[in-house]
T-cell receptor
Framework: LAKTTQPISMDSYEGQEVNITCSHNNIATNDYITWYQQFPSQGPRFIIQGYKTKVTNEVASLFIPADRKSSTLSLPRVSLSDTAVYYCLVGGGLYNFNKFYFGSGTKLNVKP | EAQVTQNPRYLITVTGKKLTVTCSQNMNHEYMSWYRQDPGLGLRQIYYSMNVEVTDKGDVPEGYKVSRKEKRNFPLILESPSPNQTSLYFC??????????????FGPGTRLTVL
């Protein structure tokens, strides 16, 4: 059973780089790692996804080590509008690939 | 506009009174899913559906039912709600061709209180 563990909360200041790590020790060979962002009173929305090594898009980077037992979401130069909860998501593995397991989320608080 | 809609957005009910939360998507997605969100527990999957008439249990299916008679709709049914089902519920959908990599699009949420 794939389970993810994240820090409950993090504080940062505007302009800093923020790294949020997610642990997923039981990740299966076919599982991808996906990160979602959630603002209060809204549903989560997709940020980035990867399988291994590094992935970068216009809003974030995702670092995945060779053993894939963890992943790190990197947000460059955060602003106040990045204050949100960030969820790490992995699939259900080889036999439950249509099921998904979100972590409990990391509440990022960006201060001026 | 491509979106997932849920109704109602807020609902207060009493123990044992059957209720249905509707979910509809206009993106022709095959995969749909229900999650509940509770403080400290994050999002937990209740049920999902790969296509019409195909549904399966997620991580926390007890006390819930779903149906998928049409591709666009995926209602969540609580036959006999109990206070421990007080939660924030999200419906999500994705293309479904490759669920493990598909982006899930979430609805705005339904806040349910069972007294």
């Amino acid at each position: 059973l794939a389970k993810t563990t994240q820090p409950i909360s993090m504080d940062s200041y505007e302009g800093q780089e923020v790294n949020i790590t997610c642990s997923h020790n039981n990740i299966a060979t076919n599982d991808y790692i996906t990160w979602y962002q959630q603002f209060p009173s809204q549903g989560p929305r997709f940020i980035i996804q990867g399988y291994k090594t590094k992935v970068t898009n216009e809003v974030a980077s995702l670092f995945i080590p060779a053993d894939r037992k963890s992943s790190t979401l990197s947000l460059p130069r955060v602003s106040l509008s990045d204050t949100a909860v960030y969820y790490c998501l992995v699939g259900g593995g080889l036999y439950n690939f249509n099921k998904f397991y979100f972590g409990s989320g990391t509440k990022l608080n960006v201060k001026p | 506009e491509a979106q997932v809609t849920q109704n109602p957005r807020y609902l207060i009910t009493v123990t044992g009174k059957k209720l249905t939360v509707t979910c509809s998507q206009n993106m022709n997605h095959e995969y749909m899913s229900w999650y509940r969100q509770d403080p400290g527990l994050g999002l937990r999957q209740i049920y999902y559906s790969m296509n019409v008439e195909v549904t399966d249990k997620g991580d926390v299916p007890e006390g819930y039912k779903v149906s998928r008679k049409e591709k666009r709709n995926f209602p969540l049914i609580l036959e006999s709600p109990s206070p421990n089902q007080t939660s924030l519920y999200f419906c999500a959908s994705s293309w479904g061709t490759e669920p493990s990599t598909d982006t899930q699009y979430f609805g705005p949420g339904t806040r349910l209180t069972v007294l």
